[in-house]
């Protein structure tokens, strides 16, 4: 489904991404973890063109995503995204914060797109808040709608950039078995975080960024209790 | 003193001549600073969406104009509509005209400027979430950037309009029958009561200015919405409340 080959990117001199080839099929949930710098949430943040890639390919269900041919707001509604810091628009209520896109994007009706909204509140818990400003909720209600925007475009794939960092502890769980529960359900996600827990309990494949490369990836038994290389070791031996 | 004087003339300086001629005095002066600032207003938005843009032949002519326009005096951009609008159209425009006209342009460089700061105010993640979500720049633009960007930009636009207003008193020197020109006449016809005229005026104008810049707080304060570090003044009186109370 996500075939990505041989990627590059440069900030100026700085060489963030060295050539990752990686290959996520459709329902898989993929956890990239290593040390802050590392290039994950570049990385990532590829997959939606947010960051454009000096070489190599991203291809997403069978279309290269940097081809001056490919619709890329089509595309981007395909991959939803969730970010560390919500990003939620604070000037409309939540409800409408999930119905933007659905309504203005793929023209559906107000009617219909409340009502995916309201699935989609009620799925991540805070239906009850459908009529306030992002400012008034928590950080992890404002997490948990900036989730439920992401899904209102139907996406086949979810990108989730650092989601629970920016929570406060008490509420960094609310986040995750949200996004366990979405998990289970079979939807493909691409999850950068330094949550263990979370990684081991649902992950199918762990990668482990350092230098702007994937140095190792495998299961969480793999990475976990049998990490090959030095720097996943020491990094395991910090983080856990 | 001679304050019958403004007392027998504070009609003209408020209508001019109105209902039996042409609008004159403050009348003029406000309907040409209204005029202005909303024609100055598209130009602004316009030019500032162009400033920012990616392509450098669309950014150019935006910076050019902006640049020229703040870089050269109000009054001589008046006598340039005056004296060249005819040389090159064969025809005289009306005097009116060619101030609102050089108001609009004037004006619409700085507010340009104000929409590319508002613009920039806005955190680059909502345009990032925008795009994330499969909307394309331009809804991007009109449904979540411009409407947080306008909110942040009233206080500097408001002072635009305020400036603009007083900067009305130099289509005086085209001849328009603004306040200030009233003004004038009134002082060359009496004679005798130059301070007492002159200080009205300024009165008039005090409070117009005054009144747009208390409104324009006022706006700000109820326009202004809940973001997770700025607290709306309702807020912070319960919150004063409540810690009275305890």
């Known amino acids: ?240 | 003193m001679h304050w019958e004087v403004v007392q027998k003339n504070m009609v003209y300086f408020l209508l001019g001549s109105y209902p039996h001629g042409p609008l004159g005095g403050l009348g003029l002066s406000v309907l040409l600073a209204l005029g202005g600032i909303f024609l100055a207003f598209w130009i602004g938005i316009l030019f500032g969406l162009m400033r920012l843009s990616k392509r450098w032949y669309v950014r150019f002519p935006s910076i050019i104009y902006i640049e020229i326009i703040r870089g050269t005096p109000l009054l001589l951009l008046i006598f340039w509509f005056y004296f060249l609008v005819p040389v090159i159209f064969k025809k005289p425009m009306p005097e009116i005209r060619t101030t609102l006209i050089a108001f609009s342009v004037f004006t619409g460089a700085y507010v340009a400027e104000i929409v590319r700061a508002g613009i920039q105010s806005i955190p680059k993640g909502q345009m990032e979430a925008a795009r994330g979500t499969g909307l394309n720049y331009r809804q991007a633009m009109a449904y979540v950037i411009m409407p947080q960007a306008l909110r942040n930009m009233i206080p500097s636009f408001v002072n635009q309009f305020v400036s603009l207003t007083k900067d009305t008193s130099l289509a005086y020197i085209i001849g328009v029958q603004e306040l200030t020109r009233t003004a004038t006449q009134v002082n060359n016809r009496t004679m005798n009561a130059p301070a007492e005229i002159f200080f009205t005026i300024a009165v008039i104008y005090f409070i117009i200015c005054f009144g747009l810049t208390q409104t324009s707080r006022y706006l700000e304060k109820r326009l202004s919405y809940k973001t997770s570090g700025r607290m709306r003044q309702r807020d912070i009186v319960e919150l004063k409340d409540n810690s009275e109370a305890s």
């Not at chain 1, 900036?146 to 960094?172: C, H, N, Q, W, Y």
């Not at chain 1, 649902?202 to 482990?208: E, L, P, S, Y």
């Open chain 1, 1 to 240: 489904m996500i075939k990505i080959e041989n990627i590059h990117k440069w900030y100026g001199d700085f060489h963030v991404l060295q050539g990752i080839s990686e290959h996520i099929n459709s329902g898989e949930v993929v956890v990239i973890c290593g040390p802050s710098g590392s290039g994950k949430s570049t990385f990532i943040r590829c997959i939606n063109r947010l960051e454009d890639i000096q070489q190599g390919k991203i291809i997403v269900e069978g279309k290269d995503i940097n081809s001056p041919e490919t619709d890329i707001n089509q595309l981007r509604a395909e991959v939803g995204m969730v970010f560390q810091q919500f990003n939620l628009y604070p000037h409309i209520t939540v409800l409408k914060n999930i119905t933007l896109a659905p309504m203005k994007a793929k023209k559906i009706p107000k009617k219909e797109a409340e009502k995916i909204a309201y699935e989609l509140l009620e799925r991540v818990g805070i239906h009850e808040q459908a009529h306030k400003y992002p400012a008034e909720l928590s950080g992890g209600q404002q997490q948990r709608v900036a989730i439920a925007r992401g899904l209102a475009m139907r996406p086949k794939v979810m990108l989730f950039d650092e989601p629970t960092s920016a929570l406060d502890p008490e509420m960094i769980n609310e986040v995750l078995n949200v996004m366990k529960d979405l998990a289970r359900e079979g939807i493909t996600m691409i999850v950068v975080t330094h949550e263990m827990g979370f990684a081991r309990e649902v992950a199918d494949r762990i990668f482990f960024m350092d230098y702007g490369k994937i140095l190792e990836g495998g299961t969480p038994e793999h990475f976990f209790k049998n990490p090959q290389h030095e720097r996943t070791k020491l990094f395991l031996k910090e983080i856990l």
